[in-house]
Nanobody, 122 residues
Framework: QVQLVESGGGLVQAGGSLRLSCAAS????????MGWFRQAPGKEREFVAA????????YYADAVKGRFTISRDNAKNTVYLQMNSLKPEDTAVYYC???????????????WGKGTLVTVSS
């Protein structure tokens, strides 16, 4: 099991930016794809972005394409989500997880962490 700890959330005005981080345990971090997901109040968890183990391939949900950027630093066992041009509808708890694939409909493969809350005010 991979242990995951998300951080970097907070309150930001619409149009602002935030950078989320996810620290993962384990010595094989670079061998697996990672993803970000989010869950808004009263809604199901949804996919946001995914990145391959090497970092060379990325994939985004249509709702965030062009505004969010996923990246990773394998030396630090950390994956990031840079969020720009934030909108009130981006308000959610954001989670990271190892994913089964980069494209299509990636699914989380480990137990979910506590996530980090992002609140975007209008």
């Amino acid at each position: 099991q991979v242990q995951l700890v998300e951080s970097g959330g907070g309150l930001v005005q619409a149009g602002g930016s935030l950078r989320l981080s996810c620290a993962a345990s384990g010595r094989t971090f670079s061998s697996y794809a990672m993803g970000w997901f989010r869950q808004a109040p009263g809604k199901e968890r949804e996919f946001v972005a995914a990145i391959s183990g090497s970092g060379g391939t990325t994939y985004y949900a249509d709702a965030v394409k062009g505004r969010f950027t996923i990246s990773r630093d394998n030396a630090k066992n950390t994956v990031y989500l840079q969020m720009n041009s934030l909108k009130p509808e981006d308000t959610a708890v954001y989670y990271c997880n190892q994913v089964n694939k980069v494209y299509g409909s990636p699914s989380g493969m480990n137990s979910w962490g506590k996530g980090t809350l992002v609140t975007v005010s209008s």
